[in-house]
Structures are given as structure tokens and as C-alpha cells.
């Protein structure tokens, strides 16, 4: 059974690749409203721990249950998305192109085709998705321009909200501040502490700062095992994290923004 009150819970998570362990026997959950900020050295297991939950890669052992009791380890990909498990990579992969409203259109659950979609009229329903998400991420005066002319910052916003607009329960973010400037990671922050309002939001950062202004909770990851959890002050004053990742150096209170 998942843990009472998580949204997901991955039970003995193992993956290999080529032999070497990158999860070794993973027990992790998320709680429904939670903002949770997965942290670790380059190598840890971080992104392969969202690639398991999505469905990208198949664990050796273990089980993923999301929502309902749900084993997502047995479904597709395509599968997983429709049961309202949202993610943005690293890297946006909008269509440059296209105006903003395109790309949201596109990203919008529906039953149609790409052409259909670019060329055909907008529903009021869509449009009804579409203008709030815009506004959230503060780039409704920018609807109609095209994706290329926007800011680095603004391009990882529109991304968020090619996720928002699938209306996911849980939003899967890898490092959604890497490049920013201290204004866009403010705002960043802002904008997934709105998310986690109506939606739980687990979110790889490796910007020390940012997690201590946005999450609820923190999940160390260190050779592919869990090696300390708890809040951000608690994590940080942990002696094997200052150890193995903050570094011998690290100050509480200094602005880490580490890559």
C-alpha cells in the first residue's frame, strides 16, 4: 500500500545500467500539497529517480505507486501523463516558431492532430486553460509573440505551463532556474509555491538558495541511496550532506548556487 497521505511512493527502486547500481533500493514519497526539492551531487541518481516515476526508465525492483494505489512501473509513458503526472525537463523543448498560445495548445490534452491543432479555431475551453496559465506565469501581454523572442526565464515559464495546462496532480521539475537571473529564480520560486497549492511538485535544483526560499521538504540523494531527509535548515546543518555535496566550506547562511 502507498503511504497514507502521499500522492507517490516508490518502494525499492533499484536500477542498473550496464551493472552499475544508479538506485539502490530507493523508499521515497510525496505528499499531496508538498513542494518537495530533490538535491545531490552530479551522478546521485536524481533525474533517473523522475525518469522511473514518468516512466522513461523501468526499475529493476520496486514499485512506483501513484494516487489510487496505481503501479505505474507496468504502463507507458503516454499512459502516465494521462493519469496526471506532469514534467519538465531541464532543457525547453518548446517550438520556438510558435506563438505562446500555440505551444500551449499543443500541449493540451485533447484528441486531435497537430495541424488541426495549429490551424484550427481555439475552443473556449482551451482558451479558458490557456489565458489563466499565461497570466500565472505573467506572460499574457506576450501571447502572440513567438517563443524565440523570449527571455531565458520566460522560456522555462512557458515550458511549466505547457505542464500546468495538462493539469498534472504532480509536476515533475529538473532544474527549472538553471541560467536565470536572481529576479527570474525569484519569480520561479513564486510560481511553484502556487503550484504546490493545488498540486504537489517535486523539483531537482541544485541552486541552495532557491530550495531554501520555496521547499517544503528536502531528499538528499548520494550514490543512488537516500542519504538524509527533512527540512531545508536541517538538511543543511547535516555534517554527511556538508560532507559529500555542500562542501567542507559551506556556510548555512551563504547563497549557494552550485551547478
Not at 502507498?2 to 552499475?20: N, P, R
Not at 525518469?51 to 501513484?66: E, H, L, M, S, Y
Not at 546543518?237 to 555542500?246: A, I, K, N
Request: glycine letters at 10%.
Amino acid at each position: 500500500m502507498a503511504k497514507q497521505g502521499s500522492i507517490v511512493y516508490l518502494e525499492d527502486i533499484t536500477v542498473s545500467f550496464d551493472g552499475f547500481q544508479v538506485l539502490r533500493g530507493v523508499d521515497f514519497y510525496v505528499d499531496h500539497g508538498e513542494l518537495r526539492a530533490l538535491i545531490g551531487p552530479n551522478g546521485a541518481g536524481k533525474t533517473t529517480l523522475l525518469d522511473v516515476i514518468c516512466g522513461k526508465v523501468r526499475p529493476a525492483t520496486g514499485r512506483v505507486i501513484f494516487g489510487d494505489n496505481t503501479d505505474l512501473t507496468s504502463l507507458e509513458e503516454h499512459e502516465i501523463t494521462m493519469l496526471g503526472i506532469g514534467r519538465k525537463f531541464q532543457t525547453p523543448s518548446v517550438f520556438k516558431h510558435l506563438t505562446l498560445v500555440e505551444n500551449l495548445t499543443l500541449a493540451l490534452h485533447q484528441p486531435r492532430g497537430i495541424w488541426s491543432t495549429l490551424f484550427g479555431a481555439v475552443g473556449t475551453a482551451q482558451i479558458d486553460k490557456i489565458a489563466p496559465t499565461l497570466a500565472t506565469l505573467g506572460l499574457l501581454e506576450k501571447a502572440h509573440h513567438k517563443a524565440g523572442s523570449l527571455a531565458h526565464g520566460e522560456m522555462q515559464w512557458l515550458e511549466i505551463g505547457m505542464v500546468i495546462v495538462q493539469e498534472p496532480a504532480l509536476f515533475l521539475l529538473d532544474e527549472p532556474v538553471a541560467g536565470m537571473t536572481k529576479d527570474e529564480r525569484e519569480r520561479t520560486g513564486q510560481l511553484l509555491q502556487h503550484l504546490a497549492q493545488n498540486h504537489a511538485v517535486l523539483v531537482v535544483e541544485h541552486d541552495m538558495e532557491f530550495v531554501r526560499q520555496t521547499a517544503h521538504r528536502v531528499t538528499v540523494l548520494h550514490e543512488g541511496s537516500i542519504l538524509c531527509e527533512g527540512s531545508v535548515d536541517m538538511v543543511q546543518r547535516d555534517p554527511r550532506v556538508v560532507e559529500v555535496y555542500l562542501g567542507r566550506g559551506h556556510k548555512v547562511d551563504a547563497h549557494d548556487s552550485q551547478s
